[in-house]
Every structure is written in C-alpha cells, then in structure tokens.
C-alpha cells in the first residue's frame, strides 16, 4: 500500500493568513494526487485533482503543486469558511488511500 | 446535477450483514465514465476505501476488506450496493457512496451525505 503522511495533523491560523499543508506519499504517485476539504458532519469535497487542477467552482485562493512524492496545498488568504479538516488522496494504484488529514483551526 | 443518497440500516448487531444501497440521480450509471464506489469514515477518524464498481458489474474491493466485501449495481433502478458480512465493532462508521472518474488522477467529484451504521450487541 502506498502510504500517505500529511503534515501538519493540526493547524491554528487567522482569518487573512496564508497556510501551507503538505503531503507525502511513501512512493512516487507523479501527479496522482487529490485534496479534499472536509466539514463537520459532511461529505468530503474535491478541492484539487492531478496535483494542481482547481476543480470547477473552487475559489482561486486554493492550490496545488507537487509530483512524485511531495505535494502541498496552499490557501493564500484564509477565508472564515475555510476552517475544516483537509486530505489528500492517492489514486497510483487503484487501492486508493488517504492521508490522515489536517483540521484547520482558527487561531 | 449528479447526486447520490445512501440508504440503509443505522444499527446493526455483531456478525450481521450489512447492506447498503445508493441511489444516483441526475445522471445514468449506465452511461460509463465512472466508477462508483464505497468509502467510509470510522468515528473522528479519516477515510477509508472499501472498493468501487464499474456499470457492467466489474469490481475492485480494497484487499483488507474484500474477503467480507460484495458490491453489484442495478442500472435499471440507478442504483449501486455494498454488502459487508460478519459485522464487528470495528466496522462502525459514516459509509459513503461516491463517484470517481476513470481516467487521470480518478477524483472523487460526488458524495453522498454519508449513513451512520453503528454495530452493537
């Protein structure tokens, strides 16, 4: 199984910040690389496909880089709705799997 | 809009089957282009893949799970299924139907809202 790690597994920052996630896949992947923003009693929802793709109706200040074994996921001005829990996913192999995750909290 | 909506048990006892139906509005299963799939969130916990399943019936189970694991699809009611045998404890959790592409990094583009199914004696 491919293995992921995010980092941090929690973060505080204020509303205005900028804020950096990374995630590290235990093999390269290329650019097999999805994130996900998750709220409180809700369903997971795609924020970045193919490591750097903005998906349709996702606000610009979310983005994507990375290939091979390292990805991050920056907001680039956070936002009060933005506080949630975000994970990355692995789909190189067809056992697709997650990191752990990484809650976003207000400071 | 594509939407999706499980159905099923809330709570189950031990070494029951579980069954778990989601029904897809807004868009044919029928029509290719996606697999549907099953994952699922144990309590506070992150996500977990169970298996997916193309409309002609072909499978791909997550290996930790697949000897409890079926999954079938009925295209005429638009709807797919998981069953997973010999429930424990452990596999409480929110269950989610979803829709991922075939091509490229496969994103997951659709949820359901998630069932809660707790086991317990």
């Known amino acids: 199984d491919i293995q992921m790690t995010q980092s941090p597994s929690s973060l505080s920052a204020s509303v205005g910040d900028r804020v950096t996630i990374t995630c590290r896949a235990s093999?390269?992947?290329?650019?097999?690389l999805n994130w996900y923003q998750q709220k409180p009693g809700k369903a997971p929802n795609l924020l970045i496909f193919?490591?750097?793709t903005l998906q349709s109706g996702v606000p610009s200040r979310f983005s994507g880089t990375g290939s091979g074994t390292d990805f991050t996921l920056t907001i680039s001005s956070l936002q009060p709705e933005d506080f949630a829990t975000y994970y990355c996913?692995?789909?190189?192999?067809?056992?697709?799997?997650f990191g752990q995750g990484t809650k976003l909290e207000i400071k | 809009q594509v939407q999706l909506q499980e159905s099923g048990p809330g709570l189950m006892k031990p070494s029951q089957t579980l069954s778990l139906t989601c029904t897809v509005s807004?868009?044919?299963?029928?029509?290719?282009?996606?697999?549907w799939s099953w994952i699922r969130q144990h309590p506070g916990k992150g996500l977990e893949w169970i298996g997916y399943?193309?409309?002609?019936?072909?499978?791909y189970y997550n290996p930790s799970l697949k000897s409890r694991v079926t999954m079938s699809v009925d295209t005429s009611k638009n709807q797919f299924s998981l069953k997973l045998s010999s429930v424990t404890a452990a596999d409480t959790a929110v269950y989610y139907c979803?829709?991922?592409?075939?091509?490229?990094?496969?994103?997951?583009?659709?949820w359901g809202q998630g069932t809660l199914v707790a086991v317990s004696s």
């Open positions: 093999q390269s992947i290329s650019t097999y």
């Open positions: 996913q692995q789909s190189y192999t067809t056992l697709y799997t």
């Open positions: 979803a829709r991922l592409g075939t091509t490229g990094s496969q994103p997951i583009d659709h």
């Open positions: 399943i193309y409309y002609s019936g072909s499978t």
């Open positions: 193919a490591a750097s």
């Open positions: 807004g868009g044919s299963i029928s029509s290719g282009g996606y697999y």
